[in-house]
C-alpha cells in the first residue's frame, strides 16, 4: 500500500471558526501520485475538530448555534474551575464533532456530494495556528 502525506498549517480565530479546508486538500491531491484510496483528514489538538458540511454562510451560522445550544460556552465545567481556563466547552465540542474524517479518493477527486465539503472547526477562545495532518493511501 502506498503512503502520501501532508500536512496544512491554518491559522484560525478560535471561538466557532470554520474553515473549509478545500483549497489545502486540492492542493495535496495535485501533488499526489495516488488516484484511488481513501483521504484521511486529521487535527492535531483537543479544541479543533474535522468534519464535513455545506460550507456557506447559513450553514455555518447554523452550525455553530447548534453548538452552542448542544454545549453552553457560558456553562459551569468542571475542567475550567479545576484548571482556571476558559475552554472547557471548546474540549467538549471538539469532543463530540471528532478530529477526523476519511473520504474515498477516486479519479484523483473526494467522493463528496455536490454541497459538502471537508471542514476544520476551532472551539478554542483565541486565534490558534493548526495542524490539519493529509494522508491519502492507495
Request: charged share 20%; proline share 4%.
Amino acid at each position: 500500500m502506498a503512503v502520501h502525506t501532508a500536512l496544512l498549517r491554518l491559522r484560525t480565530q478560535g471561538d466557532g471558526d470554520i474553515v473549509d479546508l478545500s483549497p489545502g486538500l486540492a492542493g495535496v491531491l495535485r501533488t499526489c501520485e495516488l488516484r484511488r484510496g481513501v483521504v484521511c483528514v486529521f487535527v492535531e489538538g483537543s479544541t479543533a475538530a474535522v468534519t464535513t458540511m455545506e460550507y456557506e454562510p447559513g450553514g455555518v451560522e447554523d452550525l455553530r448555534a447548534a453548538l452552542e445550544r448542544l454545549v453552553p460556552a457560558a456553562g459551569a465545567y468542571a475542567h475550567n474551575r479545576l484548571n482556571a481556563d476558559d475552554n472547557a466547552h471548546a474540549h467538549l465540542r471538539a469532543a463530540l464533532v471528532g478530529p477526523s474524517v476519511s473520504v474515498p479518493l477516486v479519479e484523483g477527486h473526494l467522493v463528496l456530494g455536490t454541497w459538502q465539503q471537508v471542514v476544520l472547526l476551532d472551539f478554542d477562545t483565541r486565534p490558534r495556528e493548526r495542524r490539519v495532518h493529509v494522508q491519502v493511501l492507495g
